[in-house]
């Protein structure tokens, strides 16, 4: 693909864990605005591969440009036009859900923090401290983050676990509303038939290799 097209472009990723390989020689394109499913079972590297890409880890060899920034050396820029939803929440345990969002949106602007704890169910509970709410809940709230922060490229590591049903619809309308507003979307995930209708590639993972 050209270039200027890419959102993502990796050259074979490595990474190591010990004596443990949890990535090896994972190359892969990714056009702009599209949503990209990573599977695998657990321990295959989906996981690693997004926090590379994502600059959480560095690689041990390999490359990648994403959004045009390579992620060797040029961290902050990608940390400015990507965001990550995690395993971990990194909340603050001790402040509300609108003061968690207020400290995002006091950083990079975005939408007003009342109106994105709405769209993701907890306007209701705005005020409540972090520490009282459930796993889903603070689900829901790194969702709202990840929204707030518009980035030009999401990366969603297992962003089904905690959640109930309604949370699984949600997943599917914030991937939908994120990729109709120009983001690339790229979710680490076991729930490969929810997401294979609004997917538009699917790399599998193997021992850390694409399968």
């Known amino acids: 693909m050209p270039m200027e097209s890419l959102a993502i472009d990796a050259s074979h990723l490595a990474r190591r864990y010990g004596r443990r390989w949890g990535l090896v020689d994972v190359s892969f394109q990714l056009a702009r ?14 996981t690693t591969l997004l926090k590379i890409l994502s600059t959480a880890i560095r690689p041990d060899a390999g ?7 390579d992620i060797k050396t040029q961290r902050e ?5 990507t965001a990550l939803l995690s395993h971990y929440s990194y909340l603050y345990e001790s402040l509300s859900a609108l003061e968690n969002l207020e400290i995002v949106s006091r950083f990079i602007g975005g939408q007003p ?9 907890l306007f209701d509970r705005a005020n409540d401290p972090v520490s009282t709410f459930s796993a889903g809940m603070r689900k829901r709230l790194s969702f709202a983050r990840v929204l707030l922060q518009r980035p030009a490229i999401a990366f969603l590591d297992e962003p089904f676990g905690q959640l109930d049903p309604q949370g699984f619809v949600l997943v599917e309308d914030v991937v939908a509303e994120l990729k109709r ?16 209708r609004i997917a538009d590639v699917q790399l599998t993972l193997e021992s850390g290799r694409v399968a």
């Open 77 to 81: 820029e990608i940390r400015q036009s």
């Open 181 to 196: 507003g120009g983001a690339t979307v790229v979710i680490a995930t076991h729930q490969v038939e929810r997401l294979a």
């Open 33 to 46: 605005g599209k949503v990209m499913m990573v599977a695998g079972r657990n321990g295959s590297g989906k």
């Open 113 to 121: 923090p009342p109106a994105v704890l709405e769209r993701v169910g």
């Open 63 to 69: 490359g990648a440009l994403v959004g045009g920034f």
